[in-house]
C-alpha cells in the first residue's frame, strides 16, 4: 500500500503558475506509474497527466498540453505537476494517484491509490 499526500495548490491570477508536489510513503515509490487527476465543481474526476515508474513516459490531455509538466523523482518519492499559464477554467481540486498497470494510463479506475486532493483556483 502506498500513501500520497499532495501540496502546493493555492489562488493564482490567469495566466500565473503552480507546482503542485505529491509525496509518496508506503510500498516503493518506483513500483507504481502516477497520474495527476482533478475534479470541478459538479464535473466528473477528468485525467490530468501521467507518467510512468521507470523510463518517465508521459501522457497528457488536450488541456494540459503545452502548459502543464509532470516529473517524478523516485529518490525522493515525489510526483510533481508545474502548471503554466493557468486559466480559470483550470479551476479545481487536484488529485495524485498510483497505478500498477504495466503501461501509463488514464482512466480514473485503473489507478489503485488517490491522495486527498489540494484546491486550485484561478482568478480572472
Known amino acids: 500500500q502506498v500513501q500520497l499526500v499532495e501540496s502546493g495548490g493555492g489562488l493564482v491570477q490567469a495566466g500565473g503558475s503552480l507546482r503542485l508536489s505529491c509525496a509518496a510513503s508506503g510500498r516503493t515509490f518506483s513500483y507504481y506509474n502516477m497520474g495527476w487527476f482533478r475534479q470541478a465543481p459538479g464535473k466528473e474526476r477528468e485525467f490530468v497527466a501521467a507518467i510512468s515508474r521507470i523510463d518517465l513516459t508521459t501522457r497528457y490531455a488536450d488541456s494540459a498540453k503545452g502548459r502543464f509538466t509532470i516529473s517524478r523523482d523516485n529518490a525522493k518519492n515525489t510526483v510533481y505537476l508545474q502548471m503554466n499559464t493557468l486559466k480559470p477554467e483550470d479551476t479545481a481540486v487536484y488529485y495524485c494517484?498510483?497505478?500498477?498497470?504495466?503501461?501509463?494510463?488514464?482512466?480514473?479506475?485503473?489507478?489503485?491509490?488517490w491522495g486527498r486532493g489540494t484546491q486550485v483556483t484561478v482568478s480572472s
Open positions: 494517484a498510483a497505478s500498477l498497470t504495466n503501461s501509463v494510463v488514464v482512466t480514473p479506475n485503473l489507478y489503485n491509490y
